[in-house]
T-cell receptor
């Protein structure tokens, strides 16, 4: 089983639509969670952190369910500029001291917003 | 404040050759991680360097090696290149902490092996 699993899509949605992406992770000891956005042939860029209480940043809402090991991202009122790949990322501590960590990426979910 | 810088941006090599990729972390960051991203896949963790030592390694063969310098910059070396090594190689920097630190990526080196 992959450490982080996402539906690769693509999700094709019209402008103004609401779209939701889901992600599951296998390591129950994972410490922190993120959504990164990656445009074609560019580097990933941090979109937002994900907290159990849920957090919102403008049109974007992220949610974490630790019991189900499930992360979600909701995009409201989609814009053409939202077209990109969205990477679910899980941060796990390494070793006994726990001072090092490693980010594990899902394969990404591709979103295409159309007119 | 310069972000993470990588060089070169593009590289073409042939099978069996060796390659060295370079990375300078974001100012104030002391930890460098390297990732390989094949087309259509998410970035795969290669290894992480801190205090000039490899702290953790992903599932990559010994052909992949690295180094971190006292100024925190880092190199990734790949020996005996295979066609399957063609990918975008991403360097990311962070500060060592408690597991909630965020990674900042460079724009990557696109390696093509012919």
């Amino acid at each position: 089983r992959k450490e982080v699993e996402q539906d690769p899509g693509p999700f094709n949605v019209p402008e103004g639509a609401t779209v939701a992406f889901n992600c599951t992770y296998s390591n129950s000891a994972s410490q922190s969670f993120f959504w990164y956005r990656q445009d074609c042939r560019k580097e990933p860029k941090l979109l937002m952190s994900v907290y159990s209480s849920g957090n919102e940043d403008g049109r974007f809402t992220a949610q974490l369910n630790r019991a189900s090991q499930y992360i979600s991202l909701l995009i409201r009122d989609s814009k053409l500029s939202d077209s990109a790949t969205y990477l679910c990322v899980v941060n796990s501590l390494l070793g006994y001291t726990g001072t090092a960590s490693k980010l594990t990426f899902g394969t990404g979910t591709r979103l295409q917003v159309t007119l | 404040d310069a972000g993470v810088t990588q060089s070169p941006t593009h590289l073409i090599k042939t099978r069996g050759q060796q390659v060295t990729l370079r990375c300078s972390p974001k100012s104030g960051h002391d930890t460098v991680s390297w990732y390989q991203q094949a087309l259509g896949q998410g970035p795969q963790f290669i290894f992480q360097y801190y205090e000039e030592e490899e702290r953790q390694r992903g599932n990559f063969p010994d052909r992949f090696s690295g180094h971190q310098f006292p100024n925190y910059s880092s190199e990734l070396n790949v020996n005996a290149l295979l066609l399957g090594d063609s990918a975008l190689y991403l360097c990311a920097s962070s500060t060592t902490g408690t597991g909630s630190e965020k990674l900042f990526f460079g724009s990557g080196t696109q390696l093509s092996v012919l």
